[in-house]
């Protein structure tokens, strides 16, 4: 197990920790959990920088990023669906892609065949992650920090959770159309009985 590997995986239990915090009610909580997804974004880029540049590439290190995106924002998801932030149909059109996709890559996988992420995918992926962040952010500036400031921050941190709310059914978009790209660029691979 590599540096890399460790650091895409440490967003796992991350996950947990974050959706943990939000249901948690005392003051500095929202912070704490704005805090640990930054650092959780962070390492999804540094995972990918470190293996990049010290040669650690490898297949597990490509399939289990890509895992471990969706389950820290799937969880996260969730928790917002369950917070009634977001509405649950959305959470459902990522749902299924994510399964539809994860599947192809399984069947592609025992062909021989590495289905790494593409740009739509990665574009959907930082789409999400900048959602949750202003998700996150909205709660942590009405709550705590309008507490240690001793001011009503509501007006501020409204337009802050539409924003995220906004990026966040453009973030579905991108889902849906990297989705069907991967449908197209690999459909020989899962759907060809001869392979």
């Given at each position: 197990?590599?540096?890399?590997?460790?650091?895409?995986?440490?967003?796992?239990?991350?996950?947990?920790?974050?959706?943990?915090?939000?249901?948690?009610?005392?003051?500095g909580a929202p912070t704490l959990a704005f805090s640990l997804f930054v650092i959780a974004a962070v390492g999804?880029?540094?995972?990918?920088?470190?293996?990049?540049?010290?040669?650690?590439?490898?297949?597990?290190?490509?399939?289990?990023?890509?895992?471990?995106?969706?389950?820290?924002?799937?969880?996260?998801?969730?928790?917002?669906?369950?917070?009634?932030?977001?509405?649950?149909?959305?959470?459902?059109?990522?749902?299924?892609?994510?399964?539809?996709?994860?599947?192809?890559?399984?069947?592609?996988?025992?062909?021989?065949?590495?289905?790494?992420?593409e740009r739509g995918g990665k574009a959907k992926t930082l789409t999400q992650l900048v959602a949750v962040g202003?998700?996150?952010?909205?709660?942590?500036?009405?709550?705590?920090?309008?507490?240690?400031?001793?001011?009503?921050?509501?007006?501020?941190?409204?337009?802050?959770?539409?924003?995220?709310?906004?990026?966040?059914?453009?973030?579905?978009?991108?889902?849906?159309?990297?989705?069907?790209?991967?449908?197209?660029?690999?459909?020989?691979?899962?759907?060809?009985?001869?392979?």
């Amino acid at each position: 197990m590599n540096l890399p590997n460790l650091i895409t995986l440490s967003r796992v239990p991350l996950m947990f920790l974050v959706v943990w915090l939000m249901y948690q009610s005392w003051h500095g909580a929202p912070t704490l959990a704005f805090s640990l997804f930054v650092i959780a974004a962070v390492g999804d880029w540094l995972d990918g920088y470190i293996a990049r540049t010290r040669k650690l590439v490898s297949t597990f290190g490509k399939f289990m990023d890509a895992l471990t995106d969706k389950i820290f924002v799937i969880g996260l998801m969730i928790a917002f669906v369950e917070k009634q932030l977001v509405p649950i149909y959305w959470v459902l059109i990522v749902l299924c892609r994510e399964f539809l996709i994860s599947g192809m890559r399984m069947m592609a996988a025992a062909k021989g065949v590495v289905v790494a992420a593409e740009r739509g995918g990665k574009a959907k992926t930082l789409t999400q992650l900048v959602a949750v962040g202003f998700l996150l952010f909205a709660p942590m500036l009405e709550e705590d920090v309008a507490r240690w400031l001793h001011l009503d921050l509501a007006d501020y941190g409204r337009p802050i959770y539409w924003t995220g709310l906004g990026l966040f059914i453009l973030s579905v978009y991108f889902t849906v159309r990297s989705g069907w790209d991967y449908i197209v660029k690999y459909r020989q691979v899962v759907f060809d009985e001869q392979t």
